[in-house]
């Protein structure tokens, strides 16, 4: 009596839980006694909630094992689609088994022959599953995107400080806050929005300090605390679709470590496929967007990407290709170079070399803050100029485009009233007029409070006129973090855009840094060169 294997998979939990992996083991046993097959338990191979398009399973694994030791002589599997979806695989896993000195029996499609016609039936037959599996996917995720947009249902799962509720008696699917969750993401907005610069492990220690419940049990990491403070969701407004899998990328040299990559990377989607979805707020949108923006500065301003510190370190960003310029050390002689003016330039910029040395630029910057801290009603000048200029046309837009919204929505609703569309329409073509309505009032709010600020000069100067008398290098580097925003290098001019310091925009107060306003400072300088 010859020794047989048996192998079946089901690709769902539902599936699972409704049984159909015990009908498979059912038929291939009923089979396995017909022809007078024995199969001992040990060389039951099942796959329980696994997709076929996986070639990683751990059920196939050891029966991949158990082929490379001979340990039996026939495989019995029930179609060609539960060994695998997709056709490369299948041909893969068949030639394995082929030189292992295993016969492979499908009890409902063809198995694999030696003539022609045998294997191209066998051929075709693969072809249809493979096909039928990306029919299946296609439809799927077809059905679930036009349900996100109309707002009937919400990702899965739910970040930390949401519970995912499904849906339930023709109620859409929702995030629920989750209290004693949300308060730990306030928190740790707070920390990093206040204490500017805090690192992400410092956040951590904290948090496991006092002893509070990571999102996935065990200890919070900075991983942790960085997916929180990057995720958007919790403004009240989440971004769905935004990345796709790319097949490509498997097999690839990986990006971090030694090896290969075994499961495709992401790869941003174009933004006008994303979709918005609304679920309740947990921390304020100006929030995020300050958090946001301290990420970025700390990267580009993180000691880590360079071996040397220097004072305008991601700061100094050249006037022709507007790339940021790095710092290097030459002979015990430092520069700020722009790295991207030869051959790594971007199609349609002329070559060139921008160098400054750092000595020159960093002492020009310096003394030009201490300058124009000295002469107040320059900053005074030239915030009124920006509120007569740059605000008031935003405002009349924003004005208008909430105009039309509300008009829009006003036929919607007379639409309705008088029976031209279903109650069903009019929540789908009003649910995208609401959030817009509510980003074009947000931003509203947000521009007219610039419009009615004021500077504090005198409080703002005392608390750094101190500092700029500093020698010491980090306290020097910290002034300059807070005051400037960029410097763009010319050939003979460094145009320093600073921050306004006024009493609530400023990056004194960084949870409205993301809407404070620029102004230019240009200093004459020498001892640069550009070639063409």
């Known amino acids: 009596m010859k020794v047989a294997a048996i192998y079946a998979r089901v690709s769902s939990k539902r599936q699972e839980q409704e049984g159909t992996i015990e009908s498979q083991v059912a038929s291939l046993l009923a089979y396995a006694e017909a022809n007078g097959y024995a199969v001992p338990p ?98 799927m995720r077809r059905g679930w995107l036009h349900k996100v947009r109309q707002g009937e249902r919400v990702p899965q799962p739910a970040p930390y400080g949401y519970r995912y509720v499904p849906v339930h008696e023709g109620q859409p699917s929702r995030w629920e806050v989750v209290e004693r969750e ?16 805090i690192p992400f492990y410092q956040i951590a220690q904290r948090l496991n300090a006092a002893q509070t419940p990571a999102p996935q049990g065990g200890r919070w990491g900075h991983s942790s605390v960085r997916r929180i403070l990057r995720n958007r969701s919790y403004t009240g407004e989440g971004l769905y679709n935004r990345r796709a899998k790319d097949p490509g990328s498997i097999g690839a040299p990986k990006l971090i470590g030694r090896g290969r990559t075994r499961h495709p990377r992401l790869r941003p989607r174009p933004q006008e496929d994303w979709i918005a979805f609304t679920v309740p707020a947990i921390i304020a949108p100006e929030q995020w967007e300050a958090a946001q923006a301290i990420m970025t500065q700390n990267q580009q301003l993180a000691r880590r990407n360079s071996k040397r510190t220097y004072l305008l370190s991601g700061l100094m960003v050249c006037d022709v290709c507007k790339r940021t310029m790095h710092g290097v050390t030459y002979q015990e002689r430092s520069y700020y170079r722009c790295a991207h003016g030869g051959k790594r330039r971007a199609e349609g910029v002329p070559r060139h070399s921008m160098v400054v040395p750092c000595q020159e ?172």
């Open 361 to 532: 630029a960093e002492a020009a910057v310096w003394n030009a803050l201490r300058q124009l801290l000295q002469q107040p009603e320059r900053i005074v000048e030239a915030w009124e100029r920006y509120k007569a200029t740059e605000d008031q046309g935003e405002i009349t837009r924003l004005r208008k485009r909430m105009t039309q919204l509300k008009a829009q929505r006003e036929r919607l609703l007379d639409a309705y009233q008088e029976g031209l569309i279903s109650r069903q329409e009019l929540a789908k073509r009003q649910n995208p007029l609401l959030r817009a309505l509510e980003k074009t009032e947000v931003r509203l709010r947000e521009v007219q409070s610039i419009q009615a600020t004021e500077i504090s000069l005198e409080a703002f100067t005392q608390q750094i006129q101190q500092a700029l008398a500093a020698t010491d290098f980090d306290l020097q580097r910290s002034v300059i973090r807070l005051l400037i925003e960029r410097i763009i290098v010319k050939d003979d001019a460094l145009v320093i855009e600073h921050l306004v310091p006024t009493s609530d925009i400023s990056k004194l107060r960084p949870q409205r840094q993301a809407a404070q306003p620029c102004m230019h400072l240009t200093v004459l300088r020498t001892g640069c060169t550009r070639r063409k």
């Open 42 to 139: 040990e060389h039951r191979y099942l796959d329980e909630g696994v997709s076929g398009a996986a070639l990683i399973r751990p059920a196939l694994e050891r029966l991949r094992d158990a082929v490379y030791i001979r340990a039996f002589e026939v495989l019995l599997v029930l179609d060609i689609d539960r060994l695998a979806r997709d056709l490369g695989l299948q041909v893969l896993l068949l030639d394995e088994f082929q030189r292992g000195g295993v016969e492979v029996r499908f009890l409902n499609t063809p198995s694999r022959g030696d003539t022609p016609t045998d294997e191209l039936l066998f051929t075709i037959t693969g072809a249809f599953a493979q096909y039928e599996r990306q029919k299946i996917v296609a439809r």
């Open 182 to 197: 949300a308060e730990v993401v306030r928190q740790i907005y707070r920390w990093y929005t206040e204490e500017v610069g």
